[in-house]
Nanobody
Framework: QVQLVESGGGLVQAGGSLRLSCAAS????????MGWFRRRPGTEREFVAA????????HYADSVKGRFTISRDNAKTTVYLQMNSLQPEDTALYYC??????????????WGQGTQVTVSS
């Protein structure tokens, strides 16, 4: 029902920035929520940020507040994750995810393939 493709990952030095993109193929955007998750080396997958297509509300993990910003384009076909002040601990495989319903930290049904972000010191 929903196809997600991430892009924008890469290698960056500590303190640098990257912007991830997630292109969504979906028929109806009403009631859709999009989120970003990441899996750091040796850790479980964790919630990063999410945005609602219904009211544009957002939610962030404490670890990225003030550094990362989630947004969507005017056509609501792509969501972005602007990552600033990147640190080595941000190194992870970042996944785009989607669900129908409220902006929450879990319960996402659709997933992209992931894009690698590597931050060097």
């Amino acid at each position: 029902q929903v196809q997600l493709v991430e892009s924008g990952g890469g290698l960056v030095q500590a303190g640098g920035s990257l912007r991830l993109s997630c292109a969504a193929s979906v028929r109806a955007y009403r009631n859709l929520a999009m989120g970003w998750f990441r899996r750091r080396p040796g850790t479980e997958r964790e919630f990063v940020a999410a945005i609602s297509y219904r009211d544009d509300s957002t939610h962030y993990a404490d670890s990225v507040k003030g550094r990362f910003t989630i947004s969507r384009d005017n056509a609501k076909t792509t969501v972005y994750l602007q990552m600033n002040s990147l640190q080595p601990e941000d190194t992870a495989l970042y996944y785009c995810a989607a669900r129908f319903g409220a902006v929450v930290t879990t319960g996402y049904d659709y997933w992209g393939q992931g894009t690698q972000v590597t931050v060097s010191s």
